[in-house]
C-alpha cells in the first residue's frame, strides 16, 4: 500500500515564498503627488520656514497681518500622524496581521488579500489617529481663521486623510 502525503508541506511553502516576495508600503505615498508629500513632511517632522521680504507682503496683502521686524523664521512645528501612529496602533495592527498570516499559511487566504488586508489597516489606523489624536500643537489663531474655524492642526479638506494609502509591491 502506497503511502499518501497529505501535509501539504509544499504548498505552504509556495505560500512563505511568495509572502517573502512581497511586502506593503503605507503612508502617503509617491502616488499622492509631490504637493501632498511635501505637505505631509512638513507635519510629520516639523519645518522652519525663512521669512523674506516677500513674505511679509504676502501677509500684508493676503491677511492683513504684518509680520514683526524681528520674526526671521516662521516655523511650523511636528505634528507626527505616521511614526506617532505606529507608536500609539502599532501593535493593534501587528495582531491583525499575525490573524490574517494564520489564514495564509492554512490556505484560507490568498497572498495578495492578506497584503491588501493590512495595508487597509494600517491606512485606517493611521487616518482615525491623525483625526482623533493630532491635536497638538494647536493651530495659530490665523490659521484657524483661515480654515474658517476649524482648529484641528491637520484637518482642513481632508486632502491630508485622503492622501493616506498603500501599495502593495512585489509578487
Do not use: W
Request: hydrophobic share 40%.
Amino acid at each position: 500500500m502506497p503511502i499518501l502525503d497529505t501535509s501539504k508541506v509544499a504548498e505552504v511553502l509556495e505560500r512563505i515564498r511568495l509572502l517573502e516576495s512581497m511586502h506593503v508600503k503605507v503612508g502617503v505615498i509617491s502616488s499622492a503627488g509631490g504637493q501632498m508629500l511635501m505637505i505631509a513632511n512638513v507635519h510629520e517632522f516639523g519645518c522652519d520656514i525663512p521669512v523674506t521680504d516677500k513674505m511679509r507682503g504676502f501677509f500684508i496683502y493676503n491677511f492683513g497681518v504684518a509680520l514683526r521686524a524681528d520674526t526671521k523664521v516662521i516655523k511650523i512645528p511636528e505634528r507626527s500622524f505616521i511614526r506617532s501612529s505606529f507608536d500609539s496602533k502599532g501593535d493593534q495592527v501587528g495582531d491583525q496581521g499575525e490573524r490574517l498570516l494564520d489564514q495564509v499559511v492554512n490556505g484560507d487566504l490568498p497572498v495578495k488579500a492578506f497584503y491588501d488586508l493590512l495595508g487597509q489597516t494600517s491606512v485606517n489606523a493611521i487616518r482615525n489617529f491623525l483625526i482623533q489624536n493630532v491635536t497638538s500643537p494647536a493651530n495659530v489663531a490665523l490659521t484657524i481663521a483661515n480654515k474658517g474655524g476649524k482648529s484641528n492642526p491637520l484637518v482642513d479638506t481632508g486632502r491630508l486623510v485622503g492622501s493616506i494609502d498603500y501599495e502593495i509591491v512585489g509578487g
